[in-house]
């Protein structure tokens, strides 16, 4: 599967199918759904303004991860090297403050990591 292959994933959790856009996608929602203490995830679930060279531009990160214990994540696929680009600190910076009034967690992941 290469890393920017696109198709649709059935989740075991809520039967959902879900159009991902690369297969580190299909690979995150396949762990979500093989993790016995995520209750239930959303693929794509909000969107964020934010500013970046002085256009407002949408965000619209990957996944919200609802775990048993009522914690709320979300979740940004990431490859480390791309994480420090001016874009990206800039959507991180307006997806933290989203999530400070939502009392949400962020998380960005890459292949390798734990979920």
Known sequence: MSKWSTGKY????????????????????DKLDSNPQISEWVYEPVFVCYLHEAKVKKYIPDFLVTLKSGRKILVEIKPERMRNISSNVAKRNAVLQKCDEEKWEYYEWSPGEQI
Do not use: L
Request: proline share 0%; glycine share 4%.
């Open 10 to 29: 059935r989740s075991r959790k809520s039967g959902v199918v879900y159009d991902y856009k690369s297969s580190w996608e299909a690979i995150y929602m």
